[in-house]
């Protein structure tokens, strides 16, 4: 069977494992389950995304030799770009808490109001202009997909089901810490760690261009 195969395996951990590190994806979905506006849609995006890079990785650029220094150019200015602006919204968020983002137990946040493409495109911007995605996703998942020769395939597929597996998992995580966490010190911690997270990338991302 396909899904007990070594190959399977070895993608869906490998998958999860470089996943995990991909610190403003996961921050972002965090947020949005905790704030409980389109979490679903959030993760299925997010998912989707994932998909699109693994089988972009084991299908196509494992076998050109990765990306080109120009693109790789691009996306991490791109992304120093975007993690910079994110950050400066989520310190100002700490700076000036809005008491009405605060979940009240039972009932829907009354932060707002986020639209279903608003969602869509914020996922997206963290999947796709994240370079760590790029590097640690595509093409490191690309790249050990060759050591299963005719494997590769099923390896990706695991992959694949890893990314679905964390994102779920992530999803339920936060919608269920967000029926219980009211607290706007809580809000504004949450607020200061992802500005931190997210300037901390932007830099190591900036001085990566000089290397």
Request: aromatic share 10%; with cysteine.
């Amino acid at each position: 069977m396909t899904l007990t195969t070594p190959a399977f395996t070895a993608g869906m951990v490998l998958s999860i494992s470089l996943i995990m590190a991909i610190g403003p994806q996961n921050a972002h979905v965090l947020r949005v389950g905790l704030r409980r506006q389109h979490l679903w849609l959030t993760i299925a995006v997010c998912a989707l995304a994932d998909i699109v890079l693994i089988a972009l990785g084991v299908l196509g650029l494992a076998r050109l030799g990765g990306l080109s220094d120009k693109l790789h150019g691009a996306l991490v200015g791109a992304g120093v770009l975007f993690l910079s602006v994110y950050g400066w919204k989520a310190f100002q968020r700490f700076r000036s808490p809005v008491a009405g983002e605060l979940p009240v137990a039972g009932a829907a946040p009354l932060a707002e109001p986020v639209t279903a493409r608003q969602a869509i495109l914020s996922a997206l911007a963290f999947s796709w202009l994240n370079p760590h995605a790029w590097l640690d996703t595509a093409v490191l998942i690309g790249t050990a997909s060759l050591a299963y020769g005719q494997g590769s395939t099923v390896f990706g597929l695991g992959a694949a089901v890893g990314s679905v597996v964390w994102f779920i998992g992530l999803g339920v995580t936060a919608f269920w810490l967000g029926r219980r966490l009211n607290s706007l010190r809580v809000w504004r911690v949450l607020d200061a760690l992802v500005a931190l997270m997210m300037w901390g990338v932007a830099a190591v991302l900036f001085a990566s261009l000089f290397r």
